[in-house]
């Protein structure tokens, strides 16, 4: 009876330990929906279908941090026994949003033989910059050092985000290898590089004659571009794009204010002879990525430039 006893205060402890920070819950599939039904009435939210060629791996600890642990979902096409990877980071301004969020597009994308991740990461109200891209690159290197079991190339690795995701997964790519951005606590014999790049709708830089980013940033970057200029040149892959940034497409709404720092980008990886592609989603509003009929297009622009780049 002690120890059964025992055993329910310790798991007690650990699931309160896990549950205590903040979540905000705000930015939903749903709640998304809604805000966008008036405007495009004829939109569907994607549905899930069930694939025989993927296994599907949930919540999976890959770090833990002061007894939070932080988990990724893994969806790996079966048929092969080393798979091109793709890890897919979530949006939600960097405060909202959860990894479930990119489920259906890991699971097509897998489908169609690679093992994909999505992400868990500490959001702005729990850890704000450059926590979240310590956690991502940290997954990276989870993956890499478990890259059997994942049926994964560890030299063949994507990085695709969404939204503020998508910010993450450029920086991320820009800045492969750079100390200033690896967590020294993290212990792995593998590298958090990438080798590719997918930025769907993400900013390439905060402060620039495109950007309308306000609140939201400067929640995650402690503070104004006036109060922390550094945080928010620092967290702008612009700024870190040179001669070793990998292949990268842009997957763009129509709203520009997304866009804002990509022309700059591509002139700077253009003079690099870096491969880059952009593909405009037309008419489409921000979160497309969650609706039909923007969904299906934006899953053939990111398989087919996967294929080239890797296959």
Known sequence: MKKIMLFLFLFSNAINAQSNFKVDTSYTIKSTYNKLLKKYPFITIVKEKKYQNIDQLND???DLKKERALHLD?????????NSAVILIHGG?????NKNQMRILAQEIASKGYSCFTIEYRLALEAKYPEGIYDVKNSIK????NAGKFHVDPNKIAILGCSSGGQMAALIGTTNENPAFEDAVFKSKSSSKVNTIIDVDGILAFKHVESAEGEAASFWLKGSYEENPENWNNASA???TDKNTPPILFIN??????????DDMISILNENNIYNEVKIIKDSPHS???FQPWFDEMTVYIVQFLDKIFK
């Open 60 to 62: 999976i600890e890959y």
């Open 74 to 82: 893994a969806y790996v096409y079966k048929k092969n026994k080393t």
């Open 93 to 97: 301004g960097w405060k909202s949003g």
């Open 142 to 145: 989870f993956i890499k050092d």
């Open 238 to 240: 612009l700024n870190h």
């Open 253 to 262: 709404s129509s709203f520009e204010r997304f866009h804002a720092g990509r």
């Open 288 to 290: 497309f990525w969650f």
